[in-house]
């Protein structure tokens, strides 16, 4: 028998909280996760759209055949979500910013609201930009 004795405790059970499904229980959680789940048909869109770029390079052929594919109705289905995810993950984008901006010393909604009237006349003067030099 040893001349030292042990005076550790036997380690106590801990309680371990389930996992799974945790986080649909808090309504903050679910938009949080949906948020981050639209990251996912943000690259997938991304993914689609590097495709088509890879088919332009290979000729008009392939090109028009990539175009032909966004045409069927699962590829339609596919854009309109992808759609509202996106405007879904910008509003949700905007509307955190301000909580996690440093202290600034102008009040953090005129920042929300800044970016967001910059980002619609942006998109105004490209969407006026591509019509205007439309065929």
């Given at each position: 028998?040893?001349?030292?004795?042990?005076t550790?405790?036997?380690?106590?059970?801990?309680?371990m909280?389930p996992?799974?499904?945790?986080?649909?229980?808090?309504?903050y959680?679910?938009?949080?996760m949906?948020?981050?789940g639209?990251?996912?048909?943000?690259?997938?869109?991304?993914?689609?759209?590097?495709?088509?770029?890879?088919?332009?390079?290979?000729?008009?052929?392939?090109?028009?055949?990539?175009?032909?594919?966004?045409?069927?109705?699962?590829?339609?289905?596919?854009?309109?979500?992808?759609?509202?995810?996106?405007?879904y993950?910008?509003?949700t984008?905007?509307?955190?910013?301000?909580?996690?901006?440093?202290?600034?010393?102008?009040?953090?909604?005129?920042?929300?609201?800044?970016?967001?009237?910059?980002?619609?006349?942006?998109?105004?003067l490209?969407?006026?930009?591509?019509?205007?030099?439309?065929?």
């Amino acid at each position: 028998m040893s001349r030292y004795r042990s005076t550790a405790k036997t380690a106590a059970r801990t309680y371990m909280q389930p996992m799974a499904g945790w986080w649909t229980k808090n309504p903050y959680f679910v938009r949080y996760m949906v948020r981050e789940g639209s990251a996912l048909l943000l690259t997938a869109y991304a993914l689609v759209l590097l495709v088509g770029l890879w088919r332009l390079s290979q000729g008009a052929a392939a090109f028009d055949a990539w175009r032909a594919a966004l045409a069927s109705p699962l590829s339609v289905v596919f854009h309109a979500v992808g759609l509202v995810m996106v405007v879904y993950h910008s509003y949700t984008w905007f509307d955190v910013m301000p909580k996690t901006a440093p202290d600034q010393p102008i009040d953090p909604k005129l920042i929300t609201g800044g970016g967001i009237a910059a980002a619609v006349a942006v998109s105004v003067l490209i969407l006026a930009a591509l019509l205007w030099g439309a065929p």
